[in-house]
């Protein structure tokens, strides 16, 4: 096991905390004692409630920080009731990372998806179907066929935008034979890593990927 895991929130911090906290949900990790470093105070601040026994610092002072790390006694750890914690209030198309003035392609999504992202940030657009131009990509899978036959140009949209699998939830109306483990296992083996959950309804949940090499 590794003595403790060190995230630089200076970068990205949604992934920085997104790591953490799976840390947390699994069993074989979560006693791992985290260091979050930098990062906006605005941002870390709304980190510290759901992870309030990581330790926090700067660069600086990154050394007694992962000493202290260690030697602390990792019985009492806090364990987020999921790994949506972060995401809770949120609109959809904050989950799924839509900006402003930013087009995002959906393919084979279900008709109900459009009205679930009418909140769309100022001059943000949704396309149907592939789409060289979009800046985002969900792309929803209903079968691991499906899936194996898209993997192509799925693993081709990562080195140049964010791209999301999605996959019909278990007792959802079109529920398949997906789950997250096959969809993450299928990326994985094509090149890619997934960094990102989003429960998009209560029929349909995403993985976020990108190109390993990104």
Not at 62 to 79: E, G, H, S, Y
Not at 191 to 204: L, Q, T
């Amino acid at each position: 096991m590794m003595d403790a895991v060190v995230i630089d929130l200076s970068r990205i911090p949604s992934q920085g905390r997104d790591l953490a906290i799976a840390m947390r949900l699994r069993k074989g990790t979560r006693q791992i004692p985290i260091v979050f470093l930098s990062g906006d105070p605005s941002k870390v601040q709304k980190i510290r409630p759901m992870l309030p026994d990581a330790e926090y610092a700067q660069w600086d002072d990154v050394v007694p920080t992962l000493m202290r790390a260690i030697a602390a006694d990792m019985k009492d750890f806090v364990v987020p009731e999921s790994a949506f914690a972060a995401y809770a209030g949120k609109s959809l198309a904050d989950k799924l990372g839509i900006k402003a003035g930013t087009r995002t392609a959906l393919i084979r999504a279900p008709s109900e998806l459009a009205e679930l992202l009418q909140e769309l940030p100022p001059g943000a657009s949704l396309t149907e179907g592939p789409d060289e131009g979009a800046d985002l990509m969900i792309w929803f899978m209903h079968s691991v066929e499906q899936l194996r036959g898209n993997i192509g140009p799925i693993t081709a949209g990562t080195r140049r935008r964010q791209v999301w699998i999605a996959w019909p939830k278990k007792g959802s109306d079109c529920e398949g034979d997906l789950s997250e483990k096959v969809v993450r296992e299928t990326g994985i083996s094509a090149g890619m890593v997934d960094y990102k959950i989003c429960s998009i309804d209560r029929n349909w949940s995403a993985l976020r990927f990108a190109w390993r090499g990104s």
